[in-house]
């Protein structure tokens, strides 16, 4: 936490004047914006909204630069401090701008909204018959910017990234893919279609592994392979049912980190499991999956590892999502089509064979007919 920079007035003995007033809500303040940072790790940016975003920029080449402009932003910083940015006036539009011509190898830039609390600026409209003629409100001060962008940049508490920049041969764009800091996975649209896939895929690997047990525990000879499915699908379904209430009730009021947190999780108990059966078996079983997925036991267990291992970043919530995603989506195919299968631990190989083996009967029978 920083230090304090304002201090308790002391009213005692004194005459009162505007600034004394000032500090003293400057004091306040500072004392509820640090206060309330300690609790927003990871937990800040954009608000949830009903409409399609609650951000709207907008670029704009004017001869020979192109300007930013913020034209909207409702969200909450990571040091506390609540932005609602909405349509303003020509004369109070929130910009910035960079050079179309530039020589820097830099190909992309973060938009930085920076707000100053304890800078205050007139709005509203002018009381002329005030005396002297007033402003009768005041806001805090916001400032755009373009940083070049960087991996793992930290910004200060009330310095919050909008945006990225790219640059190309036909000047500056914003990257539509890029997802800014936000509160909740119903915060933007694209957290929200990732919520909808992420319940779809879950509720589906969910299903396909009830089907997978029912059907091993069935099958009189049980296989090797077919034991160790056995053993991966009790502790996938297990952690599925710890998370299944909390998740259908509540996804949407999630944080992108909780998501992420949650999920990761999940490849954590599944790398967990292949640790209860022996490496023969283990290597057995992954090799069985790679006939029906194509991925690799070496790659298999690799995505499990850097899921888990990946650091995550509030600035990045798109890689993680991504990340995530293509796990779920992985499993969603493998378990699904092992779940459809005659019976567990059946080889695609001896399903070509039996399928080239029924039309060469049904070819020769179609023969004699026609003899």
């Known amino acids: 936490m920083d230090k304090f920079v304002h201090r308790q007035v002391n009213w005692g003995e004194m005459q009162v004047r505007a600034t004394h007033f000032i500090e ?29 975003t609650a951000i709207e920029i907008q670029t704009m080449k004017i001869g020979e630069v192109t300007r930013v402009y913020l034209k909207s ?24 701008e960079l050079e179309n011509k530039t020589e820097t190898p830099q190909e992309a830039w973060d938009i930085v909204l920076t707000i100053d609390p ?15 003629p007033r ?21 200060p508490p009330n310095s919050i990234v909008v945006g990225l920049l790219r640059k190309n041969d036909y000047g500056y764009q914003l990257d539509g893919n890029y997802i800014p800091p936000a509160l909740t996975m119903s915060s933007h649209e694209s957290l929200k279609g990732y919520g909808y896939n992420f319940s779809e895929w879950i509720s ?8 997978i047990l029912e059907k091993i525990q069935a099958q009189p000879n049980r296989t090797s392979v077919a034991n160790s499915i056995l053993v991966l699908s009790k502790e996938m379904l297990r952690f599925l049912s710890t998370i299944n209430y909390h998740w259908k009730n509540n996804v949407k009021n999630l944080t992108p980190y909780q ?34 997925n194509g991925i690799t036991p070496s790659n298999f267990e690799q995505m ?17 999502m991504v990340s995530v995603g293509n ?42 007919m026609v003899d």
């Open 204 to 211: 589906s690997i969910e299903k396909a592994l009830q089907k």
């Open 135 to 155: 402003y009768a409100y005041v806001t805090a001060t916001y400032r755009l910017n373009t940083i070049p962008h960087k991996e793992n940049t930290i910004y």
């Open 259 to 292: 998501v992420t947190e949650i999920l990761s999780s999940f490849a954590a108990s599944m790398l967990t499991s292949l640790l209860f059966v022996s490496r023969k078996e283990k290597e057995e079983m992954l090799k069985y999956f790679h006939e029906w």
């Open 73 to 96: 932003y409702n969200g909450i910083t990571s040091g506390g401090y609540l932005v609602r940015i909405q349509d303003s006036e020509e004369e109070d539009e929130l910009y910035c």
């Open 118 to 132: 304890f800078e205050r600026k007139p709005t509203n409209i002018l009381d002329i018959k005030a005396d002297p």
């Open 24 to 52: 003293m809500e400057n004091f306040l303040l500072e004392r509820i914006l640090q206060t309330a940072s300690v609790s927003h790790t990871n937990h800040y940016g954009l608000l949830p909204t009903n409409r399609e």
């Open 304 to 320: 499990l590892d850097e899921i888990i291992n990946k650091k995550y970043n509030h600035n990045q919530i798109n890689q993680s």
């Open 327 to 368: 796990l779920l989506q992985m499993l969603n195919e493998l378990f699904v089509s092992l779940s459809q299968l005659e019976f567990v631990g059946q080889h695609r190989e001896s399903i070509v064979i039996s399928e080239r083996q029924a039309q060469t009967n049904t070819t020769s029978g179609s023969r004699w």
